[in-house]
């Protein structure tokens, strides 16, 4: 790569000393392989010159690595790097002071004690032996902490030299073609660069070269009644809401169980030949005869060891639940895909759905919904309704713009648009949103058991409990061929 004809171009990147840059990116572009070049700024400047140069993956790395040099060059050289031990040493002289006061008051009441006492004093005698030991060998070490410092130190100023060039040119010929790439060097990304830098480095070396000099680093300034204010407003919060919410929660109730039920009445109550003769149908449409055989044997296994009935109702719990966030996820996922603002807002809440532990969201849907099946059923819903929607939004806004343009000259309406070209051409993916929403929902039976859920998960729990390691180890092979059943009537043919 040749330089010599973008000297504008070079200054507008570089901002400093073009000459030098652009004879060492020639140098650099000349030929494929490794050039040596060395950048004596990279090399004093260390992070502050990666930061300023807007590299901050290479400025992070290297602030590390001085920090931590610094900090071992200062400890050796001027800490107090025995302070830890002293402290050790000055409580267990008051230990020792307070022992030989029971020691004294033992002997002179001809206490059967005084050999506990004696006994006591030796061995903390003894271990305060052992830290001042340990207090002159931290001292004798001293210097070596500090040449460990600066052997690294300069090592990593050497490498930063060797690397900073060609980092440099790699990242201008990134934004030749791509100006959107910040080339860094303005007085923001300067400033910014050693103030981060001069923070970390001064706060590191301070804390762990005079601890306890700035009492501020040494814990979060905090105070407890500013956690005991939070903890009451919250609970008056959840407190309003379900006074305020009580209609709609029992809406929500209400509606939950009739679907609950409704389920639990034919996969429970209904004959066992019936459910099995059906699942293996609907399994041998979906995915064929072979994995069809397989759901007998699964469903056989059910009902040999007695997890019959609890496996039908961590079905109808499943069922349930996935049916709900499928026929809420797939027309919300319809409207998101081409209302990209809509969907800005609505995807920062399901990444909190998502990353936030269940035992988390457990507590305000009991506090709303109480324990129960449908607590349960809420719970698992809010676990696993959110892939269907990011997969049905991501299959629509990927359907080629050719297809749906030339639908549109022929006079397609948009509710044609919609179920004759998007839909079908985003089927895998919202077949694959489906299957991960039921396979999360599965993955909640353990946890909806401790609500009261019942199922499978149940006999789990009561494994943990009991430290049944054969009722927990069956009871989860249970639950696996429920998923794989679910899994492949999903999926169909696909998966065989």
Not at 150 to 157: H, R, S
Not at 179 to 198: E, K
Not at 454 to 469: F, I, M, P, R, S
Request: aromatic share 12%; net charge neutral.
């Amino acid at each position: 790569m040749m330089f010599e004809t973008n000297d504008r171009t070079l200054k507008n990147f570089v901002r400093t000393n073009t000459e030098y840059y652009q004879r060492e990116f020639n140098k650099i572009g000349a030929k494929s392989g490794y050039k040596f070049s060395f950048n004596v700024s990279a090399a004093l400047y260390g992070p502050i010159w990666f930061g300023a140069r807007n590299i901050w993956n290479y400025a992070l790395a290297f602030l590390i690595i001085e920090t931590f040099c610094f900090v071992q060059l200062v400890r050796g050289s001027f800490g107090d790097i025995t302070k830890d031990a002293r402290d050790k040493i000055e409580k267990i002289q008051s230990t020792i002071d307070f022992r030989n006061q029971q020691l004294l008051a033992a002997k002179q009441n001809n206490s059967d004690k005084v050999e506990v006492y004696e006994r006591a004093i030796n061995s903390l005698e003894r271990a305060m032996e052992g830290y001042v030991i340990d207090i002159n060998t931290v001292e004798e070490s001293a210097i070596w902490i500090a040449l460990s410092g600066v052997f690294i130190l300069v090592f990593a100023k050497f490498l930063q030299g060797i690397i900073g060039n060609i980092i440099l040119e790699k990242r201008y010929s990134d934004w030749l073609s791509d100006h959107s790439i910040d080339p860094g060097m303005t007085n923001n990304h300067f400033l910014l660069s050693v103030i981060f830098t001069a923070i970390i480095m001064c706060l590191s070396v301070i804390n762990y070269s005079f601890p306890g000099y700035l009492t501020i680093l040494d814990g979060f300034p905090t105070h407890p009644d500013i956690r005991i204010k939070s903890i009451n407003w919250v609970e008056s919060s959840f407190d309003l809401a379900v006074l305020k919410g009580d209609a709609l929660f029992t809406t929500i109730t209400i509606g939950i169980r009739s679907v609950l039920d409704f389920l639990e009445l034919i996969f429970v109550t209904t004959p066992w030949i019936v459910i099995i003769t059906a699942i293996v149908v609907l399994t041998a449409l979906s995915a064929g005869i072979k994995t069809a055989i397989y759901s007998a044997a699964f469903l056989s296994y059910m009902g040999f060891l007695g997890f019959w009935e609890k496996a039908m109702t961590t079905l109808a719990l499943l069922g349930t639940a996935a049916l709900l966030s499928i026929a809420i996820g797939i027309p919300l996922g319809i409207f998101c895909a081409r209302r990209y603002r809509f969907y800005a807002v609505i995807r920062p809440i399901m990444d909190f759905m998502q990353t936030m532990p269940a035992f988390v969201f457990m507590i305000p849907v009991i506090a709303f919904f109480g324990t129960g099946k449908v607590a349960a059923v809420i719970i698992t819903m809010i676990f696993g309704g959110t892939p269907v929607v990011r997969l049905t939004v991501l299959g629509l806004r990927g359907v080629d713009e050719t297809i749906r343009e030339a639908a549109i000259a022929y006079g397609a309406s948009n509710w044609y648009l919609l179920r004759k070209i998007d839909l079908p051409l985003a089927a895998p993916s919202i077949l694959a949103g489906v299957n991960q929403t039921v396979m999360l929902s599965l993955a909640m039976v353990v946890v909806a058991s401790l609500i009261g859920a019942k199922g499978l998960g149940q006999d789990v729990l009561e494994a943990l409990q009991y430290a049944n390691v054969g009722q927990g180890i069956l009871a989860g092979v249970a639950i696996l061929f429920v998923a794989l059943i679910l899994d492949r009537v999903v999926q169909g043919k696909k998966r065989v």
